[in-house]
């Protein structure tokens, strides 16, 4: 049987989503707008929304790094 995880923080209307809500697979990003990092990172999203195409819901979370990104919460 395999095993599944559960966020602390379930997925809600508040996440900015795509892909179907019963999909088997939730991909959950915590990024930062202004973060080169966060951005590179959706390179690597698209290929796997690619490669599993309903089976995947891919929630980003904003996740501001106020300290090192002075613009991040705009």
């Known amino acids: 049987m395999p ?5 602390t923080l379930p997925v809600n ?3 900015h989503t ?8 939730t991909l959950v ?11 590179q990172s959706l390179t690597g ?11 995947l819901r891919f929630v980003f979370r904003n996740f ?3 300290e090192i990104h002075p613009h991040a919460l705009h």
């Open 45 to 55: 999203v698209r290929a796997i929304q690619q490669e599993l195409g309903e089976q």
């Open 29 to 39: 990003l915590y990024g930062d707008y202004e973060c080169p990092y966060t951005r």
């Open 18 to 25: 795509q892909g179907p809500a019963q999909a088997p697979v």
């Open 13 to 15: 209307e508040q996440d």
């Open 3 to 7: 095993h599944q995880a559960h966020l």
């Open 64 to 66: 501001p790094l106020i």
